[in-house]
């Protein structure tokens, strides 16, 4: 089975600070995304990565960064975090067509104060 | 970007009854994905079918589409309370290589 973990499953941080959410694949998928889920909005994508190095922007990129190194590592980056990323972050992978099943892993809930 | 959009936004069954949920969308696609999220935790995908298929099943789940009216429905029979989460859709429609999600649809079955 694919496997895709996320370093934490609840954060508290700080306005101002800088937080880095990580996300690894198990399944060597080319594919990795971040979205943010907030209630009534559903799922927004933020970045996603077609392969390592590589990133194209989502729908709601501003106030994030990501780095992709290595091919199962994929990270999301809060320059200054503000209290308006306080959100539930989702990262998943997928295959090389962008279409195909994305999995998920079990998400960060990211508080900001 | 678009999205698809579930109907209902919330739904409230007992255990044993069937569970129909909806999706709609506004341009064509290539393929209608469904997931399920439990509470706080991410989603898991269900089913997957493409926009040349009117019919698929998986256990006790069966999905439609219809390209002509742009919808598509999940029916999950004789439901559990295991079943209680929300289920989203995800198109790409609109010529998106990246799929799209809806709101989601919170289902609640009642033990």
């Known amino acids: 089975d694919v496997k895709v973990t996320q370093s934490s499953r609840y954060l508290v941080k700080r306005t101002g600070e800088k937080v880095f959410l990580e996300c690894v694949q198990d399944m060597d998928h080319e594919n990795m995304f971040w979205y943010r889920q907030d209630p009534g909005l559903g799922l927004r994508l933020i970045y996603f990565s077609y392969d390592v190095k590589m990133k194209e922007k989502g729908d709601i990129p501003e106030g994030y960064s990501v780095s992709r190194e290595k091919k199962e590592r994929f990270s999301l980056i809060l320059e200054s975090a503000s209290t308006n990323q306080t959100s539930m972050y989702l990262c998943?992978?997928?295959?090389?067509?962008?279409?195909?099943?994305?999995?998920f892993g079990p998400g960060t809930r990211l508080t900001v104060l | 970007s678009q999205q698809g959009e579930e109907d209902p936004q919330a739904l409230s069954i007992q255990e044993g009854e069937n569970a129909t949920m909806n999706c709609s969308y506004k341009?064509?696609?290539?393929?209608l994905q469904w997931y399920r999220q439990n509470s706080g935790r991410g989603l898991v995908h269900l089913i997957l079918?493409?926009?040349?298929?009117r019919e698929k099943h998986s256990g006790r789940l069966r999905v439609t589409l219809d390209t002509s009216k742009k919808s598509s429905s999940l029916l999950i029979t004789a439901s559990r309370a295991a079943d209680t989460a929300s289920y989203f859709c995800a198109t790409d429609e609109g010529g998106s290589y990246i799929p799209t999600f809806g709101r989601g649809t919170s289902l609640i079955v009642h033990p």
């Open positions: 998943a992978s997928s295959l090389p067509g962008l279409t195909d099943t994305q999995y």
């Open positions: 079918i493409r926009s040349n298929e």
């Open positions: 341009t064509s696609i290539n393929n």
